[in-house]
């Protein structure tokens, strides 16, 4: 199923429509390369497409539901506060998302559901899952070759 058919049949669901701004944003989010948005750069992407009727609350509304979907990983940034990306995901995989403590970069490796699904407990028998979502933090390669960097440099010293 499709990111789109997805939305689309969820909201079918709960009894609301698909509308043009739930679309945009959407789409705007697939355009985006994976880059990670706050709120108002949603916001100001909608006003360059000349959609002028949509208030930041519809964005934020919009945004909610596509990480309770699952198709937006919200990530939360010390300095520069929650943004969203787009979660790029193949048939029967899953996302893993590791975020460096040190510059917040997040990257997203893909592994397959089934390998998820065969780490879990015994115990956990009887839970239906619907999404899995493993989020490690620590530092990327770039910060882990800065920071050996400066503990050989005091060393020297
Ligand atoms: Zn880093």
């Given at each position: 199923?499709?990111?789109?058919?997805?939305?689309?049949?969820?909201?079918?669901?709960?009894?609301?429509?698909?509308?043009?701004?739930?679309?945009?944003?959407?789409?705007?989010?697939?355009?985006?390369?994976?880059?990670?948005?706050?709120?108002?750069?949603?916001?100001?992407?909608?006003?360059?497409?000349?959609?002028?009727?949509?208030?930041?609350?519809?964005?934020?509304?919009?945004?909610?539901?596509?990480?309770?979907?699952?198709?937006?990983?919200?990530?939360?940034?010390?300095?520069?506060?929650?943004?969203?990306?787009?979660?790029?995901?193949e048939?029967n995989m899953?996302?893993?998302?590791?975020?460096?403590?040190?510059?917040?970069?997040?990257?997203?490796?893909s592994?397959?559901?089934?390998?998820?699904?065969?780490?879990?407990?015994?115990?956990?028998?009887?839970?239906?899952?619907?999404?899995?979502?493993?989020?490690?933090?620590?530092?990327?390669?770039?910060?882990?070759?800065?920071?050996?960097?400066?503990?050989?440099?005091?060393?020297?010293?």
């Open positions: 199923m499709s990111n789109q058919d997805l939305l689309k049949n969820t909201l079918k669901n709960r009894k609301q429509r698909m509308t043009a701004q739930r679309e945009l944003i959407l789409r705007i989010f697939m355009e985006s390369n994976g880059k990670a948005m706050n709120i108002d750069d949603v916001f100001m992407e909608i006003r360059k497409k000349r959609n002028h009727r949509t208030s930041k609350m519809t964005v934020k509304r919009a945004i909610d539901l596509l990480v309770e979907l699952n198709i937006l990983n919200e990530v939360n940034y010390e300095d520069e506060g929650t943004k969203y990306e787009y979660i790029f995901k048939k899953e996302n893993i998302i590791f975020v460096c403590e040190n510059c917040n970069k997040a990257t997203s490796f592994i397959p559901k089934e390998k998820i699904l065969s780490l879990l407990p015994e115990d956990i028998k009887g839970f239906q899952i619907k999404n899995t979502m493993i989020k490690i933090t620590g530092y990327c390669p770039e910060c882990s070759k800065a920071l050996i960097e400066d503990v050989k440099e005091t060393i020297i010293k």
